[in-house]
């Protein structure tokens, strides 16, 4: 089945230390988005591509980056993780020809914990 | 900020009952979405209403928006204990943009 694929679940590092979240997609769109959920609240949006333009959100820290090698790919770091860095973080895909918005597809997140 | 809020926050209801969610917004809209969150899941797009439209079902499910208003509701016919969720509204805010910005979310317990 054509999916959103989010790897790992469960993450677990140290305060100030790099990390990789990883997100795949068979879907062949062209959007991809990162977000942060924090409990009990919305996803917000940190940055996403459109192809292969990336598109930051003006309040992303600039501890958060992305990196889009291809289609089906797209990676978000945290290069220096902080306590408040703690949420799940949600990967989402959409086709959007301009000018017709579409529904997104979400992976199943990755909690990132931070000790 | 465009973000929606939703009302109530939390919702509990016996099985087979139905349950109302409403989303109020601020700007104006190209379309309103709702999307279903199990817990510790990504969400799950429901139903897309545009602008221009007033009402859509989707099973048992139907939303309706009001664009004068700046608000929506989605509509849970005969609920079941699998409905048992958090649902976000999220809106796109102009023609082509293709960001969505959530709602605060309603979080709906079905009691079996």
């Known amino acids: 089945d054509a999916m959103v694929i989010q790897n790992p679940r469960y993450q677990v590092t140290q305060f100030g230390k790099p990390v990789t979240l990883s997100c795949s997609q068979t879907?062949?769109?062209?959007?991809m988005y990162w977000y942060q959920q924090k409990s009990s609240q919305a996803p917000k949006l940190l940055f996403h591509?459109?192809?292969?333009?990336?598109?930051n959100e003006a309040d992303t820290p600039d501890n958060f980056q992305s990196r889009r090698p291809n289609t089906s790919f797209c990676f978000l770091d945290i290069r220096s993780p902080g306590l408040g860095d703690a949420a799940m973080y949600l990967c989402?895909?959409?086709?959007?020809?301009?000018?017709?918005?579409?529904?997104?597809?979400f992976g199943d997140g990755t909690r990132l914990s931070i000790l | 900020s465009q973000q929606g809020e939703e009302d109530p926050q939390a919702l509990s209801i016996q099985e087979g009952e139905n349950a109302t969610m409403n989303c109020s917004y601020k700007?104006?809209?190209?379309?309103l979405q709702w999307y279903r969150q199990n817990s510790g899941r990504g969400l799950v797009h429901l139903i897309l209403?545009?602008?221009?439209?007033r009402e859509k079902h989707s099973g048992r499910l139907r939303v309706t928006l009001d664009t004068s208003k700046k608000s929506s509701s989605l509509l849970i016919t005969a609920s079941r204990a699998a409905d048992t969720a958090s649902y976000f509204c999220?809106?796109?805010?102009?023609?082509?943009?293709?960001?969505?910005?959530f709602g605060t979310g309603t979080r709906l317990t079905i009691i079996p």
């Open positions: 989402a895909t959409s086709i959007q020809p301009r000018g017709n918005n579409q529904p997104q597809h």
């Open positions: 879907l062949n769109h062209n959007v």
């Open positions: 591509y459109y192809d292969k333009d990336f598109n």
């Open positions: 700007t104006s809209i190209n379309n």
């Open positions: 209403i545009r602008s221009n439209e």
């Open positions: 999220a809106t796109t805010l102009n023609f082509g943009n293709e960001k969505l910005t």
